[in-house]
């Protein structure tokens, strides 16, 4: 495998670098602005015709638009995750609630059992005592 070189192109590109040893053609297709690519790509006569000056400034904006879309990712990814982490927080909050519902009406049956008897209850009769005759 050959070196990997940075190229800045004008536009998109078809490269033929010839045929393989099975006599199939080998072609390239390359995409307009800073591409990596193989050094025999970059030194293809072709490729350098449509090739402009690569500055320092194009490579770091070229690292700078990876980094880009790699973080562009990432926010998706995170995004995705914080929307699930919604629906899972409302759902757990709706659960409370039900369960919230169901302690408070145990506990209204729990202080009604636990309530003395409302009827009243007969007054103990008092034991007779013996008639002095």
């Excluded at 192109?9 to 040893?21: A, F, Y």
């Excluded at 293809?44 to 562009?72: I, M, P, R, S, Y």
């Excluded at 145990?106 to 008897?117: C, G, V």
Aim: hydrophobic share 30%.
């Amino acid at each position: 495998m050959s070196k990997q070189v940075q190229i800045l192109l004008s536009r998109p590109l078809t490269v033929n670098l010839g045929t393989d040893e099975h006599g199939r053609a080998i072609t390239v297709k390359l995409q307009a602005g800073l591409q990596s690519v193989e050094q025999e790509v970059a030194e293809n006569w072709f490729v350098k015709a449509h090739c402009q000056e690569l500055t320092q400034e194009d490579v770091e904006n070229g690292e700078l638009q990876k980094q880009v879309e790699q973080l562009q990712g990432d926010l998706k990814i995170l995004q995705e995750q914080s929307d699930e982490a919604t629906k899972t927080i409302e759902k757990l909050k709706g659960d409370v609630q039900e369960k919230d519902k169901e302690i408070s009406d145990l506990k209204i049956q729990l202080a009604k059992a636990q309530a003395p008897e409302s009827k009243p209850k007969e007054a103990p009769k008092a034991k007779e005592q013996p008639k002095e005759a």
